[in-house]
């Protein structure tokens, strides 16, 4: 009853005064947790024996390593859903130095793929995230398709979002 009392928990009351207070609290909640995640990253990277890396650049690695198979800047950007391709490229360009990932070509296409060195430190991050998070997330008690169905809802807001930011643009 104290919760009802006090409001939702917010960081901007005055957003959360509309007629879906829940979506302040969701934005919220995905502020915090965007930083959380971030933070884990960098540091489970870090604690797998990686060089420093930024949060784009763990993300990126772990893309490329996916289903072991070469990736363009373009897939990659449209997974991730970044819209500023630089930024991508830059990570990319971090990662190659590190010897974490090469690039090569499939015809006029620069593809992206991983290294020996990227497979082994993505191996290993698993290693720490499995002992690490995924014990502490399994504590918790949260049922699996429960943890599912709130991933298919964040990425359903994310299209609203998108869809938001492309009307904003247009104003």
């Not at 879906?20 to 969701?26: R, T």
């Not at 002992?131 to 008690?141: D, F």
Request: hydrophobic residues 45%.
């Amino acid at each position: 009853m104290i919760a009802a009392a006090i409001g939702p928990v917010v960081s901007s009351a005055h957003l959360a005064n509309s007629s879906l207070p829940a979506l302040s609290e969701i934005e919220f909640a995905l502020t915090m947790t965007n930083n959380a995640f971030q933070r884990w990253t960098v540091r489970c990277m870090a604690a797998a024996g990686g060089p420093a890396m930024s949060p784009l650049e763990v993300l990126i690695v772990h893309l490329v390593n996916h289903r072991e198979r070469p990736k363009t800047l373009a897939d990659i950007c449209l997974v991730l859903n970044i819209e500023d391709t630089h930024l991508a490229s830059y990570a990319i360009k971090k990662l190659v130095e590190h010897g974490l990932v090469k690039t090569g070509r499939v015809g006029k296409e620069k593809t992206i793929a991983i290294t020996e060195e990227g497979t082994r430190l993505c191996r290993r991050y698993g290693e720490v995230r499995e002992a690490l998070v995924v014990r502490a997330a399994r504590q918790l008690g949260h049922d699996p398709q429960d943890l599912s169905r709130i991933a298919a809802v964040l990425r359903a807001l994310s299209g609203a979002y998108d869809q938001a930011a492309r009307a904003a643009a247009s104003l």
